[in-house]
């Protein structure tokens, strides 16, 4: 069954780096959208980067800051953060899904358990 489970969270000063990981089992990841969410308490979840087939979309608020990645060996999803603001505060998810169409509608089938990242 499709797993995926997020690491690298953490508490850094405004301005650091972070990266996060998503290790993922259970799939051919290669024929699957996958992307990264955040939501803060009181909001909504909120796409902010998504990978399909080589290609990338970033949302506005991370464009130029953030880079999402996949090893190609093992599937493991990155997101990588600079320039973090205390905006970025949040708990950070990964997810996956097989259709393109729900993929970029940011509609997922499948989630981690999610990582919390704490900028101040």
């Known amino acids: 069954h499709v797993q995926l489970v997020e690491s690298g969270g953490g508490s850094v000063p405004v301005g650091g780096s972070l990266r996060l990981s998503c290790a993922a089992s259970?799939?051919?990841?290669?024929?699957?959208?996958m992307g990264w969410f955040r939501q803060v308490p009181g909001k909504e979840r909120e796409g902010i980067a998504r990978?399909?087939?080589?290609?990338?979309y970033y949302d506005d608020s991370v464009k130029g800051r953030f880079t999402i990645s996949q090893d190609s060996t093992t599937g493991t999803l990155y997101l990588q953060m600079n320039s973090l603001t205390s905006e970025d505060t949040a708990t950070y998810y990964c997810?996956?899904?097989?259709?393109?169409?729900?993929?970029?509608?940011?509609?997922?089938?499948?989630w981690g358990q999610g990582t919390q990242v704490t900028v101040s």
């Open positions: 990978s399909y087939a080589g290609g990338t």
């Open positions: 997810a996956a899904d097989r259709k393109i169409a729900r993929c970029l509608s940011w509609r997922y089938d499948y």
């Open positions: 259970g799939f051919t990841y290669t024929r699957y959208c």
